[in-house]
């Protein structure tokens, strides 16, 4: 579990295995580094229309999701938000090339920052800053652009695929210094206790260990992660909610004000504060956010299986 930083080009990884592997990376950089933006774009609504009829066992989850977190919209309005969400999930891909390979003159012509004045004001403290953010679809788009501000350090999943992983840690580390694996928490803290930041998602469904059982949309008892607090009792720390939502122009990377009053120390409380700040940024674009996860699927006692 150690912190991943640019790693050194091998020539392991010109292994015959992972041709069909730099085919891919190849072509998606050439069609980011191309196309303009708009033109990605309606590309990436096509290919994500195209993967709904593909991708059926997804589908199914993401309309399960839509009726169990907003039950307060027709069916009509849910298959509507649902085609958008999978429309945005062909833009992901556009999104994931564009946040790997832009150069930074590029990313930041497309990119308005709102908030970067609580930022300012932490590092003015000299504070540790907990980015708490979700997963929407822009996601890779997020900490890039929040590291063209002020380069952090990013929590996440080793990818087992050598190139995959090779690709993924040198595109995430273009504007931020390093990443964390998402098991490494004692890395996670070291890097709040130096002052730095730290992107963190703590809104899938993770299992029952270090989860409570809080509202999370319509959902009353949805197992949320109980890390997020943990991480913002570090000494000095801000929590900053940070997200990045797709607009008709290009990106809004939002960073809100510090959340008031948390961690109270209380670990449900502390996860229902969470997630309603993560609930309340969803809601301003719901067809960005990833439904396609069972978010839901860990259940209480007695409680069915939900999906």
């Known amino acids: 579990m150690q ?10 990884l010109l292994h015959p295995r992972y041709a069909l592997n730099w085919l891919g990376l190849g072509l998606l950089w050439l069609l980011v580094t191309l196309l303009p933006w708009r033109m990605q774009m309606a590309l990436g ?9 593909i991708l ?5 989850i993401a309309r399960r999701n839509l009726e169990l977190a907003l039950p307060e919209l027709s069916e009509q309005e849910r298959e ?3 085609k958008a969400n999978f429309e945005s999930v062909g833009c992901a891909v556009f999104e994931t090339g564009m946040a790997w390979f832009w150069p930074h003159w590029r990313m930041r012509a497309i990119t308005r920052m709102e908030g970067t004045e609580h930022v300012d004001a932490a590092l003015a403290k000299g ?6 953010s979700a997963h929407f679809l822009t996601l890779e788009l997020n900490a890039r652009q929040f590291g063209l501000y002020r380069p952090g350090v990013g929590v996440y999943r080793p ?3 050598a190139v995959l992983e090779y690709a993924q840690v040198q595109g995430r580390c273009r504007s931020n210094k390093y990443l964390v694996n998402r098991l490494n928490i004692k890395g996670m803290l070291k890097a709040l206790r130096q002052g730095d930041a730290l992107w963190y998602a703590p809104d899938h469904d993770y299992g029952r260990h270090a989860s409570v059982f809080v509202p999370f949309f319509a959902v009353e008892e949805a ?9 913002a009792r570090v000494k000095n720390t801000v929590t900053l909610p940070c997200f990045t939502l797709r607009e008709k122009d ?5 960073i809100q004000p510090p959340i008031d009053n948390f961690p109270v120390g209380n670990d449900h409380t502390d996860a229902i504060t969470s997630n309603k700040v993560i609930e309340d940024a969803i809601r301003l674009a719901p067809e960005q956010y990833m439904w396609l996860h069972r978010r839901f699927k860990t259940t209480p006692e007695g409680v069915p299986y939900r999906y």
């Open 223 to 231: 197992a949320t992660i109980t890390g997020t607090a943990t991480l």
């Open 250 to 254: 290009g990106y809004r990377l939002l």
């Open 159 to 161: 990818n087992t695929n």
């Open 56 to 60: 059926g066992s997804r589908v199914k």
């Open 45 to 53: 609504r096509g290919l994500g229309r195209l993967s709904m009829r």
């Open 3 to 12: 912190d991943s930083r640019i790693p050194p080009f091998s020539l392991a």
């Open 80 to 82: 509507q938000t649902l």
């Open 127 to 132: 504070q540790g800053m907990l980015l708490l």
